[in-house]
């Protein structure tokens, strides 16, 4: 089955897929968190390559175990990689420990793809024998795009993928002298190439939005851009820099480039989960990128507006600047300057619960005032710039 795996034969893989989704189903009941150590034996060029910072993955099911002992008997090793792997990432394998035909082993099966960051080598000698131990920390699922990833450019872009759907925050280099800004959401097709739709946002001097379509390589390490429908966006190329769960949360208080006529949507909004919303809007299309203070969660979303009713239909998803990992579809109503949570569909796994209050704004140059009484619905507000 592994060697199926590895070779990506398509053929092949049609053959024994029900079996490789019934045995990953299984390993889901069955999440594990901790350290485990995998034994190997590797020559001095072959372990030369897990330099530290190396991301990397094993493209097949992958077998290891809770004791240092075990690891280290498998055929003679001389390398054991000590596996550490965090809560938040506890479905990438199974604990099948009281399930296999060798309790004493402790084994815990990784699943195919799962991704790996080298923090470091160390020694270590056992029953008089002493091993080279490089340690790794599991970071996502390789076949995902979630992370952080440097354009050829050296801008930023903070991405989350959840199935086929990706969501993404793109923004100039903090080494640029001209600042701009764009969310992003698109579908991964079966050739794993995204089709993407792109809007600036108001954070950034920019107002642009478009279409395009870019190529994944193999590896999910890198992406090349094959198609722009306007001409308008210029990052031609991107490479992974980091799959970390968490980490550059938004700052406070983003700086507004532009704005629209009174009646647009786009500006800076507050919403009564205590987050900050910049939302642009180009005739239909909506796009936001939104974020709590606190770096609980950060989202952007894309959609489209009816004007006639005043009801938005957007997709949204959040991204790795912020703790939580939820997506899902949002409709919401604008009346009277207010915008309001008609419905939602949400899937994911939440990080943090906090309570949603009333709020009264009111600072400097910025003023909004709205009440709500039922904790369960969304309201936001736009700042509106007095001169």
């Not at 991704?115 to 995902?144: C, D, M, S, W």
């Not at 991405?159 to 993404?168: A, L, N």
């Not at 239909?284 to 979303?301: K, T």
């Not at 309570?355 to 005032?369: D, E, P, R």
């Amino acid at each position: 089955m592994n060697s199926c795996i590895r070779s990506d034969n398509k053929e092949q893989l049609d053959v024994i897929y029900p079996y490789i989704n019934v045995l990953i189903n299984a390993l889901n009941s069955y999440p594990f968190h901790g350290t485990v150590y995998r034994g190997f034996l590797l020559n001095t060029v072959q372990l030369a390559k897990y330099k530290k910072d190396r991301t990397f993955f094993w493209s097949g099911f992958s077998s290891a175990s809770k004791r240092f002992a075990v690891a280290a008997q498998f055929a003679q090793c001389n390398t054991v990689f000590e596996i550490i792997i965090p809560k938040i990432f506890s479905h990438c394998c199974g604990d099948i420990s009281d399930k296999s035909a060798y309790p004493r082993e402790a084994e815990v099966l990784l699943k195919p793809y799962t991704y790996f960051r080298v923090l470091g080598t160390k020694t270590e000698k056992h029953r008089g024998i002493e091993y080279q131990i490089p340690v790794l920390l599991v970071e996502a699922t390789v076949r995902n795009l979630s992370g952080v990833w440097k354009s050829n450019d050296d801008d930023d872009y903070f991405i989350c993928q959840y199935g086929r759907k990706v969501f993404w925050y793109g923004r100039s280099s903090q080494n640029r002298d001209y600042s701009w800004s764009h969310v992003g959401y698109g579908i991964i097709d079966d050739e794993d190439v995204i089709h993407l739709a792109f809007g600036d946002i108001p954070t950034g001097r920019d107002r642009y939005t478009g279409d395009i379509d870019i190529q994944i390589s193999f590896d999910y390490a890198t992406m090349t851009k094959i198609l722009d429908t306007k001409n308008s966006f210029l990052t031609k190329s991107w490479s992974r820099v980091s799959a970390q769960y968490h980490q550059d949360p938004i700052p406070t208080g983003l700086p507004i480039y532009w704005s629209s006529t009174f009646d647009e949507l786009t500006g800076h909004w507050k919403c009564n989960d205590g987050g900050n919303y910049y939302i642009s809007q180009f005739n239909e299309l909506i796009f936001w990128l939104g974020y709590h203070p606190e770096g609980r969660w950060c989202n952007v979303a894309a959609g489209k507006i009816d004007k006639a009713s005043g009801v938005i239909d957007l997709n949204w998803g959040d991204i790795v600047c912020g703790a939580n990992r939820l997506y899902g579809t949002l409709d919401l109503l604008v009346e009277n300057k207010i915008i309001k949570k008609l419905a939602e569909q949400i899937k994911g796994s939440n990080k943090f619960v906090f309570s949603i209050v009333t709020v009264f704004v009111s600072f400097n140059h910025y003023h909004a005032f709205y009440q709500e009484t039922w904790n369960k619905n969304f309201i936001w507000v736009k700042f509106y710039k007095h001169s």
